[in-house]
């Protein structure tokens, strides 16, 4: 039988059960099970939706440091034949949450016997893959009572080895947007396309027209991308389309580039309203604010990380992944990282399998940072 620590143990578990944005109930009673267990002297645990606080007690506090861990998985059928394989067809932790929460526990379950100076918040949000659980969660009353003086968190990263940690000072994620368009003319047979406005055909000329946005609309210094990853169309295939929809992203790396992008989108748009004689509804779904690190914790951290000896630190550039920790980021200090897996399968994939030598890789440096961090001046 394979020997695994504790902490990876937990994390197949979790991998077991993923859930949707805010309907976490599994994970959520499967986590609060676990914390339960710890011992309580010093914690103080408060749920909000299906998302978990827990605050450890310092032994005398001057600061309060969060940690926050995202929760839930994603729309998509898992194919890595593991024998702890997700129960739940349809859905899969294939952006490494199930990581992420499984680190929380491993450092929490350390202060939870072993208390430093300072306070700790551990969060565990619902929702970060949509429709976005840490601008509500930070508006929260919970929040607001115990909020963090700063915040951190990581993400895995497939493409970097084990014992690998890569961020940035600034810009490190960027600017998101969600974008579905409905698009409704005149269904009709389809050997009399005259009589009908084809919206299979204005939705394809739509398509086309969406990407000359980035080419030549966004400074070329700056960075934009539109994708569209959905079309859908029609019934049957002689029915002219009355209806077709359209979903995708829009990422930028400024947020005044994302305001020009959905200008010249609703423009667009516009244009192929009044040119196919049809009606066009624009939606912007889930909008992330980017995710900026504060310079002057992420450069201290990447020198407390250099000097640690058991992690490779990288400095890495901006990326156009979405994150909704950017929202916490805009209201309190900290910063997020990289934290390698090496997986040959890329995040959002239904092949992705986690290198697990990292868990616990990572539960140790974080200890150490928190230790460092909560019982010192800085």
């Known amino acids: 039988m394979e020997a695994i620590s504790r902490f990876v143990a937990i994390r197949r578990d979790l991998h077991q059960i993923p859930e949707l944005g805010f309907q976490e109930v599994k994970t959520q009673h499967y986590l609060l099970r676990y914390i339960q267990s710890l011992p309580q002297e010093r914690l103080q645990v408060r749920t909000w939706k299906t998302g978990i606080f827990v605050k ?24 890595t034949g593991l024998p702890y394989r997700s129960t739940h067809d349809g859905c899969m932790h294939a952006c490494g949450h199930d990581v992420h929460m499984s680190i929380a526990l491993g450092v929490l379950t ?14 565990f949000q ?27 968190a990581l993400h895995i990263a497939p493409e970097y080895p084990v014992g690998t940690i890569a961020t940035k000072e600034g810009l490190l994620f960027a600017n998101t ?25 204005a939705a394809c000329a739509l398509v086309t027209q969406l990407q000359s946005i980035v080419a030549r609309n966004v400074d070329p210094l700056d960075s934009a991308v539109i994708t569209i990853g959905k079309i859908t169309g029609g019934t049957v295939q002689n029915v002219i389309a009355e209806r077709a929809r359209l979903e995708g992203t829009i990422r ?13 989108i609703e423009a667009i748009v516009h244009g192929v309203e009044v040119a196919y004689e049809c009606e066009a509804a624009i939606d ?23 000097a640690h000896g058991g992690v490779n630190v990288i400095s890495c550039k901006e990326a156009m992944t979405g994150e909704d920790f950017g929202y916490m980021l805009a209201d309190i ?6 934290l390698g897996v090496e997986s040959p399968y890329g995040l959002h ?10 868990i616990d890789r990572a539960i140790a440096f974080l200890i150490d940072y928190f230790s460092w961090k909560g019982n010192s001046e800085v």
């Open 284 to 306: 912007y779904g889930a909008m992330y604010h980017q995710v900026y690190n504060d310079p002057e914790l992420t450069a201290e951290f990447m020198k407390f990380a250099a």
């Open 333 to 338: 200090p900290g910063f997020m990282f990289w």
């Open 177 to 201: 947007s969600e974008l579905f368009i409905d698009l409704k003319g005149k269904g009709g047979h389809a050997a009399f396309p005259h009589l009908a406005n084809d919206m299979v055909v």
């Open 252 to 264: 930028t790396l400024s947020a005044a580039a994302m305001q020009k992008v959905k200008r010249r």
């Open 126 to 152: 619902p929702a970060e893959e949509g429709p976005g659980g840490a601008k509500p969660m930070i508006e929260s009353d919970i929040m607001q009572e115990w909020k963090p003086d700063m915040i951190l």
């Open 56 to 79: 450890v007690n310092g032994t005398s506090p001057r600061k309060t440091i969060g940690y926050r861990a995202d929760m839930d998985g994603l729309p998509i059928r898992e194919e």
């Open 349 to 358: 994939h239904a092949k992705l399998a986690p290198n697990e030598e990292a």
């Open 110 to 123: 350390h202060f939870a016997h072993h208390p430093i100076q300072d306070d700790l918040l551990f969060i």
